[in-house]
């Protein structure tokens, strides 16, 4: 997808609020008014762009460095209510598959699915489609989701020759195959 996370008109909106939460102490929030459908557009952008900065974190950040796997809005948590947005500034936000999935490339380690299997390989797949580098190697196995680091052992060049026909082995080339 070669489309911006953000468009600049909705930085303009999000990023003064983000930046003010960001500035107060652990269990203090915002409250910005607005409709409520207008709240619930500000919760999908504000969620978005921590999903998309705790993602790209991984890649932008050391392992040992705290903001590694969460990114700059880890602890920032969106809310929609009836008159507006509450943005809160929490020590432990709650966890949801998609915390899990970057939990998972940021520690390399097998992670528990806590949700339906149709929702986590939905949700891996819809982020897979956004963040292939970073996520490709995420893959759902027994309940959890797994990172896999491919060996140069396991990586097969194919030479495919589309220009021919392509004939079936015959029984004798299958039984040397086997052998």
Same mark, same amino acid.
Request: aromatic share 8%; glycine share 6%.
């Given at each position: 997808? !070669?489309?911006?996370?953000?468009?600049?008109?909705?930085?303009?909106?999000?990023?003064?609020?983000? @930046?003010?939460?960001?500035?107060?102490? *652990?269990?203090?929030?915002?409250?910005?008014?607005? +409709?409520? =459908?207008? #709240?619930?557009?500000?919760?999908?952008?504000? %969620?978005?762009?921590?999903?998309? !900065?705790?993602?790209?974190?991984? #890649?932008?950040?050391?392992?040992? @460095?705290?903001?590694?796997?969460?990114?700059?809005?880890?602890?920032?948590? +969106?809310?929609?209510?009836?008159?507006?947005?509450?943005?809160?500034?929490?020590? !432990?936000? +709650?966890?949801?598959?998609?915390? @899990?999935?970057?939990?998972?490339?940021? =520690?390399?380690?097998?992670?528990?699915?806590?949700?339906?299997?149709?929702? #986590?390989?939905?949700?891996?797949?819809?982020?897979?489609?956004?963040?292939?580098?970073?996520?490709?190697?995420? *893959?759902?196995?027994?309940? %959890?989701?797994? *990172?896999?680091?491919?060996?140069?052992?396991?990586?097969?060049?194919?030479?495919? @020759?589309?220009?021919?026909?392509?004939?079936?082995? =015959?029984?004798? %080339?299958?039984?040397?195959?086997?052998?």
């Amino acid at each position: 997808m !070669n489309k911006p996370p953000i468009v600049p008109g909705q930085e303009r909106e999000i990023f003064p609020i983000i @930046d003010a939460a960001l500035q107060l102490p *652990y269990g203090k929030a915002i409250a910005y008014q607005c +409709p409520k =459908t207008r #709240a619930n557009y500000l919760y999908r952008i504000i %969620q978005g762009e921590r999903y998309r !900065n705790a993602i790209e974190s991984t #890649a932008t950040y050391t392992s040992d @460095d705290y903001l590694y796997g969460r990114g700059l809005y880890y602890h920032l948590v +969106p809310e929609v209510r009836s008159k507006g947005l509450i943005l809160a500034n929490v020590e !432990n936000p +709650p966890g949801t598959i998609t915390w @899990d999935i970057i939990k998972c490339v940021a =520690t390399k380690k097998p992670v528990e699915i806590t949700v339906p299997l149709n929702t #986590a390989q939905s949700r891996l797949n819809q982020l897979k489609a956004k963040f292939p580098n970073e996520l490709g190697s995420i *893959y759902i196995s027994n309940g %959890q989701l797994c *990172y896999s680091i491919p060996s140069p052992e396991e990586l097969i060049v194919v030479d495919i @020759d589309t220009g021919g026909k392509v004939l079936s082995p =015959t029984s004798e %080339q299958r039984a040397k195959l086997r052998q």
